[in-house]
């Protein structure tokens, strides 16, 4: 095995008291002791793609990142283009894309199969020119993330507690959606596009998505009254939602949102920003990932 670049944000997830480069040393290079590797700490937000970038450039064969969603994005940026491939030592908070791949989401676990990964690659998705390998959203989704970053702490519980306030509050913006070469209006409480299944924490927006199959599983939900979102958190959390026709479905490679009012969108729980027009694309197979 080539060596491999760790880049770690050591504020990503609830265990940030842990010493992770002696435990990159213990598990990573104690199992296999010939191969090179550095360790690179971010120390902001965008750093991560610039740390990618480069240990791409220096010729580093797996570029793993250590943290939660937002820096596996960041380090999925850098590479985009590259003969890297991205590896992930899940420290976050959701591991979305972590959970979809298998990766063991225990530090020693995930180190030992980046010792001997197999290798492959991913669909990326792309929204108003923003790369995701997750998840991407419009509507409440994307608000709720807009929300959390400023919860001043981070977890699941603080996730359920900034989603059950905001829900009281949130009010659904009607769009025009053009996919498939069809055109729809509906109002939009989420739209989002998956191109894996799960928001994370084992959250299943799109169970059926496929990260290889060169096209974007489409959820769109226009309205959450009380008894639908209670159906809808239920089936997100067993991973049946396309079977309780609480939400529709749709596939494709491109789609065209206008809006009738700024409405929030995320990347991979990253919260961008409003804006009233959307284009969305997917980059078949663009990504190397080691797993």
Do not use: W
Request: with cysteine.
């Amino acid at each position: 095995m080539s060596n491999t670049c760790f880049i770690l944000n050591p504020t990503a997830g609830p265990n940030r008291r842990r010493d992770v480069p002696a435990l990159i040393a213990r598990h990573f290079g104690g199992a296999n002791p010939t191969a090179g590797y550095v360790v690179r700490h971010t120390e902001g937000p965008g750093h991560a793609v610039e740390l990618a970038r480069a240990a791409a450039a220096e010729g580093f064969a797996v570029v793993a990142a250590v943290g939660g969603d937002g820096t596996v994005n960041e380090v999925g940026r850098g590479l985009l283009g590259t003969a890297a491939a991205l590896g992930i030592v899940p420290q976050g908070s959701g591991n979305g894309l972590a959970r979809h791949l298998k990766v063991p989401l225990g530090l020693p676990g995930a180190l030992r199969r980046l010792a001997a990964p197999t290798l492959s690659r991913i669909d990326v998705g792309r929204i108003n020119g923003h790369p995701f390998f997750c998840t991407a959203g419009l509507g409440f989704d994307a608000h709720v993330a807009q929300h959390f970053a400023r919860a001043g702490s981070r977890g699941l519980s603080t996730y359920l507690r900034v989603t059950l306030r905001e829900y009281r509050r949130y009010r659904p913006v009607p769009v025009e959606v053009e996919l498939n070469g069809q055109r729809r209006a509906s109002d939009c409480y989420v739209l989002a596009f998956a191109n894996a299944s799960q928001y994370g924490n084992d959250v299943y927006i799109a169970p059926r998505a496929d990260l290889r199959d060169g096209l974007l599983d489409v959820c769109l939900i226009d309205a959450l009254p009380v008894v639908r979102a209670f159906r809808v958190s239920l089936a997100m959390a067993i991973g049946n939602l396309p079977e309780t026709r609480a939400a529709e479905y749709f596939h494709t490679a491109h789609a065209h949102v206008r809006a009738g009012a700024p409405l929030g969108f995320h990347i991979d729980g990253d919260y961008l920003g409003h804006a009233t027009e959307f284009v969305v694309e997917l980059l078949p197979l663009a990504l190397a990932v080691a797993v």
